[in-house]
């Protein structure tokens, strides 16, 4: 793995949904020993502390039910600003912070690549797709609509425009298993890829990861990867207030991360929806943070070469 000068960026983003507690994840990171595992791969560490949300108001448009989208509106621009700036200094890691905090982590990124006339990539690592609007969510929680917002769908009064909108077909989803029916039916009507838990059940993770990785080389795109941690089944993480059963084990996960490591595609990552309330003794902390090691180089044995990783994680 090439040496990187990773950006430690805090979002304590707590806004995005009613219950709390993702406040404390950007420390949680910390005291599990982020710094200090990137720091052992030869990876330079810069610590940016913890970000604010800027003043924002309640647009008239907004519909009543959406839990706290003035706070909301805040993070995105505090964080799309931070987020473009960091990409000129090097990799970017957003300490969340409930996956809210990715309006602005994403839209930051995609400005940044637009200048540099390279395609926005993303990779969402979710048992959910968070493809709703303020307008389609049910539940009113804006963390489930990141992916909605930064794709330009409508519907996202008050919030920044997104001047540099990231291609469905640029976006692959990889765990899902938790749709509602509105999200499912735009879903399917779009061009992003998936995978659910049935699909990979069936035919491994390795395939569809390496499909996306291959094109995003080939595009010579940035890549963004947004790790939830409810991608992960909640017997190996508990530490997250939407656990869904049948996710993701720690040998797929570290897997998945491994290849993206291999590809040495990755520009920027999302690290959201830690709990620390709802951990065992910093059990989902310390995942997190190891599979974040894993991504940016540690190993067991190296490989030789990018295509023998990619062939020996296919068959």
């Not at 200090?36 to 330079?44: S, V």
């Not at 970000?51 to 706290?68: C, D, F, K, S, Y």
Request: proline share 6%; with cysteine; glycine share 10%.
């Amino acid at each position: 793995m090439t040496e990187q000068t990773c950006i430690l960026i805090g979002a304590p983003v707590d806004s995005g949904k009613e219950r709390r507690g993702c406040l404390m994840g950007p420390d949680a990171f910390r005291v599990a020993g982020l710094t200090e595992a990137l720091e052992g791969l030869g990876h330079k560490v810069q610590d940016a502390g913890n970000l604010r949300p800027r003043p924002a108001v309640t647009p008239g448009e907004m519909p009543n039910h959406v839990h706290e989208p003035a706070e909301t509106i805040g993070w995105t621009e505090a964080l799309a600003g931070a987020a473009e700036a960091a990409m000129q200094e090097g990799l970017p890691i957003f300490l969340g912070g409930d996956h809210s905090l990715s309006l602005g982590s994403v839209a930051g990124v995609a400005m940044d690549a637009a200048r540099r006339d390279r395609p926005q990539f993303v990779l969402w690592l979710d048992a959910h797709s968070d493809y709703h609007t303020p307008q389609s969510t049910a539940s009113g929680n804006l963390h489930g609509t990141p992916l909605g917002y930064v794709t330009g769908r409508d519907g996202f009064h008050g919030f920044p425009e997104v001047k540099a909108p990231v291609p469905e077909e640029n976006i692959c989803i990889l765990g899902l298993r938790s749709v509602d029916a509105a999200e499912r039916e735009v879903l399917q009507a779009s061009r992003i890829r998936y995978a659910d838990m049935r699909a990979i059940d069936e035919a491994g993770i390795a395939r569809p990861l390496s499909a996306f990785l291959e094109d995003v080389a080939k595009a010579g795109g940035a890549l963004h990867v947004s790790l939830d941690v409810d991608f992960l089944d909640p017997s190996f993480a508990p530490a997250v207030g939407t656990t869904v059963p049948g996710g993701a084990t720690i040998r797929e996960a570290h897997l998945v991360m491994e290849m993206i490591c291999d590809s040495g595609l990755m520009t920027s990552l999302d690290l959201v929806e830690l709990n620390p309330f709802l951990d065992d003794r910093g059990r989902t902390a310390q995942v997190m943070v190891d599979l974040t090691a894993s991504a940016l180089g540690r190993r067991v044995f190296d490989r030789p070469t990018h295509s023998f990783a990619y062939e020996r994680a296919a068959s």
